[in-house]
Nanobody, 122 residues
Framework: HVQLVESGGGLVQPGGSLNLSCAAT????????MGWFRQAPGQTREGVAS????????YYSDSVKDQFTISQDGAKNTITLQMNSLKPEDSATYYC????????????????WGQGTQVTVS
């Protein structure tokens, strides 16, 4: 089993920055990809950014490209999402996910999920 622990998030003014981190523990050797998804009230969960463990290929949604940066610390099985120039529409609960097959921004069917962390831009 894989456990994901998220940190970061909070309240920030428009134009500000926040960093989200997610640490994976447990059976991490089966993982191929980790990423961030977000869900605003009344909206479906959407992929924001993901990064492949092997090779470090990154994927971003069009809405955050050039605004957010995802990175990984492979030795610690940790990913970080640096969010810049935040806008009110970036407000949502952000969820860390880890999965074994593929590395896209489609919600993984057999993914492991963190508890979510709130980001509010106001």
């Amino acid at each position: 089993h894989v456990q994901l622990v998220e940190s970061g998030g909070g309240l920030v003014q428009p134009g500000g920055s926040l960093n989200l981190s997610c640490a994976a523990t447990g059976k991490t050797n089966v993982l191929n990809c980790m990423g961030w998804f977000r869900q605003a009230p009344g909206q479906t969960r959407e992929g924001v950014a993901s990064i492949a463990f092997f090779g470090g290929m990154t994927y971003y949604s069009d809405s955050v490209k050039d605004q957010f940066t995802i990175s990984q610390d492979g030795a610690k099985n940790t990913i970080t999402l640096q969010m810049n120039s935040l806008k009110p529409e970036d407000s949502a609960t952000y969820y860390c996910a880890a999965w074994a097959v593929g590395c896209t921004l489609v919600v993984p069917v057999y993914g492991h999920w963190g508890q979510g962390t709130q980001v509010t831009v106001s």
